[in-house]
């Protein structure tokens, strides 16, 4: 079952390639700074550098080289605490959420062509092994989650 799975999420994101790349081009971004835009994209708050780092589980510094790139690429805004001046708060930019905005809808239009490509009875079978794993909720949030 578990390969079946992995092998559905693979068709997926190969169906979805295309798509996203074409968002992604002329892109100059790091796997870990397009990481941190999509975990900053999914924040409630602003968190300090740090704390973006353990949420990706990176190195203080490698976190904050990206944000440093991010905020040069006006993609992320940094501030000051207003407790703790020597810790940096960040969030996305309108910029960096309109790039996110991209990713999501590129993926989503993948996932759309993937659907529209499966018979009626395949889509409901799909929608009916979904039900109840969609009815959990966010029981198995990932570490990075804000």
């Not at 190969?14 to 100059?28: M, P, Q, T």
Request: net charge neutral; hydrophobic share 40%; aromatic share 2%.
């Amino acid at each position: 079952m578990t390969d079946d799975v992995v092998g559905f999420l693979s068709h997926l994101k190969k169906s979805g390639e295309a798509h996203i790349l074409g968002v992604a081009a002329g892109l100059d971004l790091s796997f870990s700074q397009l990481r941190a835009m999509f975990v900053l994209a999914d924040c409630q708050d602003e968190p300090a550098v740090h704390e973006l780092a353990g949420r990706l589980g990176l190195s203080m510094v490698t976190a904050g080289r990206a944000v440093q790139a991010l905020t040069r690429a006006d993609l992320v805004t940094r501030r000051e605490d207003e407790r703790d001046r020597r810790v940096k708060r960040v969030k996305l930019s309108e910029h960096g959420r309109a790039l996110v905005a991209g990713f999501v809808h590129a993926h989503r239009e993948a996932v759309r062509e993937c659907v529209e490509s499966l018979s009626d009875r395949e889509r409901e079978q799909l929608a009916k092994a979904l039900t109840p794993i969609l009815a959990r909720g966010d029981q198995s949030a990932t570490t990075t989650a804000c």
